[in-house]
T-cell receptor, first 115, second 110 residues
Framework: EAQVTQNPRYLITVTGKKLTVTCSQN?????MSWYRQDPGLGLRQIYY???????DKGDVPEGYKVSRKEKRNFPLILESPSPNQTSLYFC??????????????FGPGTRLTVL | RKEVEQDPGPFNVPEGATVAFNCTYS??????FFWYRQDCRKEPKLLMS???SGNEDGRFTAQLNRASQYISLLIRDSKLSDSATYLC???????????FGAGTTVTVRA
């Protein structure tokens, strides 16, 4: 079954405590992204990766890091989380042809609360 | 100006009604357009792609108007299960980035 998995699904942490949210896809997609979703603001891209070892900033990259050492994995790292990073996070993957037939698959989401 | 703008709604309609809503996009070079559906804080899922000539998938019809830079979604014979937030998505041609609208909420009541 084609899927994107994320872990953990729920996380409550404290300011400054480093955390990593893992993301893995089994579709051999080149393109992977991280988004955060906040009420009224929609999905905003944090970082994306076009392929292994190729990552770039999205619209809201401050306070986040990513890495792409393997094609299937794209972890999101918060080195020093702050309360304004409390949000719902989605990982996603897709092909990069840009065609109308490309479907972007999303992981189930990680609900993060930073106290 | 936001890249993709949607009327947030909510659109509150009875079962069996028709509901339609639009979204506008700012980048005239955009090539690919999609509607995604999102249920209460779950992951978005592709509802349908939007083709230049317009397309239909069962009770759902999507239209693209390039001149005015908007796309629309029409839902006929609404079901309770159509209650969701509908996200308008536009693919920017240069960097494969998908831009998402904030979503239009539809509630279908019995």
């Amino acid at each position: 079954e084609a899927q994107v998995t994320q872990n953990p699904r729920y996380l409550i942490t404290v300011t400054g405590k480093k955390l990593t949210v893992t993301c893995s896809q089994n579709m051999n997609h080149e393109y992977m992204s991280w988004y955060r979703q906040d009420p009224g603001l929609g999905l905003r891209q944090i970082y994306y990766s076009m392929n292994v070892e190729v990552t770039d900033k999205g619209d809201v990259p401050e306070g986040y890091k990513v890495s792409r050492k393997e094609k299937r994995n794209f972890p999101l790292i918060l080195e020093s989380p702050s309360p304004n990073q409390t949000s719902l996070y989605f990982c996603a993957s897709r092909w990069t042809s840009g065609s109308t037939t490309d479907t972007q698959y999303f992981g189930p989401g990680t609900r993060l609360t930073v106290l | 100006r936001k890249e993709v703008e949607q009327d947030p709604g909510p659109f509150n309609v009875p079962e069996g009604a028709t509901v339609a809503f639009n979204c506008t996009y700012s980048n005239s070079a955009s090539q690919s357009f999609f509607w995604y559906r999102q249920d209460c804080r779950k992951e978005p899922k592709l509802l349908m792609s939007v083709y230049s000539s317009g397309n239909e998938d069962g009770r759902f019809t999507a239209q693209l108007n390039r001149a005015s830079q908007y796309i629309s979604l029409l839902i006929r014979d609404s079901k309770l299960s159509d209650s969701a937030t509908y996200l308008c998505v536009v693919n920017n041609p240069n960097d494969y980035k998908l831009s998402f609208g904030a979503g239009t909420t539809v509630t279908v009541r019995a």
